[in-house]
């Protein structure tokens, strides 16, 4: 059985024996808030290239800043 990394889970930090302490803060470039929504960019997939051979949609998570809706270069959807 595999087994999938939920980054939500709060186990997952402890696990890796880190501490909260030991993290640095991601803080919005514009106006510093430490919050974030996260957000969707959406990618279009060609039928060309799908592995359905159907056009498809895409979504592909980010973040932006909760306060000012600024997305910090590092959350940037290339
Ligand atoms: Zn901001």
């Known amino acids: 059985m595999s087994k999938t990394i939920n980054m ?10 880190l501490k909260i302490e030991d993290m640095t803060d991601i803080v919005c470039e514009n106006c510093g ?10 990618k279009r997939v060609s039928a ?4 359905t051979g159907k056009e498809q949609i895409m ?8 306060d000012c809706g600024h997305i910090n270069e590092e959350f940037i959807i290339k």
């Not at 939500?8 to 024996?17: A, C, F, H, T, Y």
């Not at 060309?48 to 592995?51: G, H, Q």
């Not at 979504?59 to 909760?66: E, G, H, I, K």
């Open 8 to 17: 939500q889970d709060d186990n997952v930090g402890r696990s890796m024996g």
């Open 33 to 42: 808030c430490r919050y974030f929504n996260q957000v969707h960019a959406f």
């Open 48 to 51: 060309l290239l799908s592995p």
């Open 59 to 66: 979504p592909v998570p980010s973040f932006r800043c909760s």
